[in-house]
Nanobody
Framework: QVQLVESGGGLVQAGGSLRLSCAAS????????MGWFRQAPGKEREFVAV???????SYADFAQGRFTISRHNAENTVYLQMNSLKPEDTAVYYC????????????????WGQGTQVTVSS
Protein backbone atom coordinates (compact mmCIF):
# COMPACT_ATOMS: atom_id res chain seq x y z
CA GLN A 1 0.00 0.00 0.00
CA VAL A 2 1.04 3.56 -0.73
CA GLN A 3 -0.51 6.64 0.82
CA LEU A 4 -0.25 9.92 -1.07
CA VAL A 5 -0.97 13.40 0.27
CA GLU A 6 -0.90 16.42 -2.01
CA SER A 7 -0.48 20.02 -0.95
CA GLY A 8 0.35 23.38 -2.43
CA GLY A 9 -2.74 24.19 -4.44
CA GLY A 10 -4.46 27.54 -4.29
CA LEU A 11 -5.59 30.61 -6.15
CA VAL A 12 -3.11 32.38 -8.41
CA GLN A 13 -3.33 34.99 -11.12
CA ALA A 14 -2.59 34.15 -14.73
CA GLY A 15 1.15 34.18 -15.32
CA GLY A 16 1.88 33.17 -11.77
CA SER A 17 3.45 30.04 -10.32
CA LEU A 18 2.61 27.29 -7.86
CA ARG A 19 4.50 24.31 -6.58
CA LEU A 20 2.54 21.20 -5.71
CA SER A 21 3.92 18.59 -3.37
CA CYS A 22 3.00 14.94 -2.94
CA ALA A 23 4.27 13.08 0.10
CA ALA A 24 4.29 9.30 -0.16
CA SER A 25 4.44 6.65 2.51
CA UNK A 26 4.09 2.92 2.80
CA UNK A 27 6.40 1.56 0.14
CA UNK A 28 9.87 2.12 -1.24
CA UNK A 29 9.39 5.47 -2.91
CA UNK A 30 12.44 5.24 -5.11
CA UNK A 31 11.03 2.22 -6.92
CA UNK A 32 7.72 3.87 -7.84
CA UNK A 33 6.55 5.56 -11.00
CA MET A 34 5.11 8.90 -9.89
CA GLY A 35 2.63 10.82 -11.97
CA TRP A 36 0.59 14.00 -11.85
CA PHE A 37 -2.88 14.21 -13.37
CA ARG A 38 -5.56 16.87 -13.36
CA GLN A 39 -9.31 17.02 -13.74
CA ALA A 40 -11.29 20.12 -14.61
CA PRO A 41 -15.05 20.33 -14.00
CA GLY A 42 -16.96 18.35 -16.59
CA LYS A 43 -13.80 16.91 -18.12
CA GLU A 44 -11.96 13.62 -17.90
CA ARG A 45 -8.86 13.22 -15.81
CA GLU A 46 -5.80 13.97 -17.93
CA PHE A 47 -2.13 13.24 -17.71
CA VAL A 48 0.21 16.07 -16.76
CA ALA A 49 3.66 14.59 -16.09
CA VAL A 50 5.46 11.45 -14.99
CA UNK A 51 8.71 10.68 -13.21
CA UNK A 52 9.97 7.12 -13.60
CA UNK A 53 12.21 5.50 -11.05
CA UNK A 54 15.12 5.90 -13.48
CA UNK A 55 14.85 9.66 -13.17
CA UNK A 56 13.47 10.08 -16.67
CA UNK A 57 10.47 12.38 -16.98
CA SER A 58 7.83 13.08 -19.57
CA TYR A 59 5.14 15.74 -19.98
CA ALA A 60 1.85 16.36 -21.68
CA ASP A 61 2.16 18.82 -24.53
CA PHE A 62 0.40 21.58 -22.59
CA ALA A 63 2.84 21.14 -19.69
CA GLN A 64 6.05 21.01 -21.68
CA GLY A 65 8.16 24.09 -21.00
CA ARG A 66 5.91 25.40 -18.21
CA PHE A 67 5.72 22.57 -15.68
CA THR A 68 8.54 20.61 -14.07
CA ILE A 69 8.17 17.34 -12.19
CA SER A 70 10.89 16.41 -9.74
CA ARG A 71 11.30 13.76 -7.12
CA HIS A 72 13.33 13.68 -3.96
CA ASN A 73 13.66 10.06 -2.96
CA ALA A 74 15.23 10.86 0.41
CA GLU A 75 12.13 12.91 1.25
CA ASN A 76 9.63 10.47 -0.32
CA THR A 77 8.20 13.45 -2.15
CA VAL A 78 7.41 14.39 -5.73
CA TYR A 79 6.86 17.98 -6.79
CA LEU A 80 5.18 19.72 -9.68
CA GLN A 81 6.48 23.21 -10.31
CA MET A 82 3.99 25.10 -12.46
CA ASN A 83 4.98 28.39 -14.09
CA SER A 84 3.23 30.75 -16.50
CA LEU A 85 -0.12 29.46 -15.33
CA LYS A 86 -3.18 30.01 -17.48
CA PRO A 87 -6.89 30.02 -16.59
CA GLU A 88 -7.26 26.74 -18.49
CA ASP A 89 -4.88 25.13 -15.98
CA THR A 90 -7.64 25.41 -13.38
CA ALA A 91 -8.37 21.90 -12.12
CA VAL A 92 -7.98 19.50 -9.26
CA TYR A 93 -4.47 18.10 -9.45
CA TYR A 94 -3.84 14.52 -8.37
CA CYS A 95 -0.67 12.69 -7.51
CA UNK A 96 -0.53 9.02 -8.50
CA UNK A 97 1.86 6.15 -7.93
CA UNK A 98 2.50 2.83 -9.60
CA UNK A 99 4.80 -0.08 -8.99
CA UNK A 100 4.80 -0.66 -12.75
CA UNK A 101 6.27 1.30 -15.64
CA UNK A 102 3.16 3.38 -16.13
CA UNK A 103 2.82 6.45 -18.30
CA UNK A 104 -0.09 8.62 -19.37
CA UNK A 105 -3.02 6.29 -18.77
CA UNK A 106 -4.71 6.81 -15.41
CA UNK A 107 -5.59 3.11 -15.35
CA UNK A 108 -1.88 2.35 -15.05
CA UNK A 109 -1.67 3.84 -11.57
CA UNK A 110 -2.66 1.96 -8.44
CA UNK A 111 -2.56 4.68 -5.81
CA TRP A 112 -4.03 8.17 -5.79
CA GLY A 113 -3.98 11.16 -3.53
CA GLN A 114 -7.05 13.14 -2.57
CA GLY A 115 -6.26 15.98 -4.96
CA THR A 116 -5.48 19.65 -4.51
CA GLN A 117 -7.39 22.49 -6.14
CA VAL A 118 -5.55 24.89 -8.43
CA THR A 119 -7.45 27.94 -9.59
CA VAL A 120 -5.96 30.41 -12.03
CA SER A 121 -7.76 33.73 -12.39
CA SER A 122 -7.59 35.85 -15.53
Amino acid sequence: QVQLVESGGGLVQAGGSLRLSCAASGRSFSSLTMGWFRQAPGKEREFVAVSWNTGVTSYADFAQGRFTISRHNAENTVYLQMNSLKPEDTAVYYCAASSRISYYRAQGYDYWGQGTQVTVSS
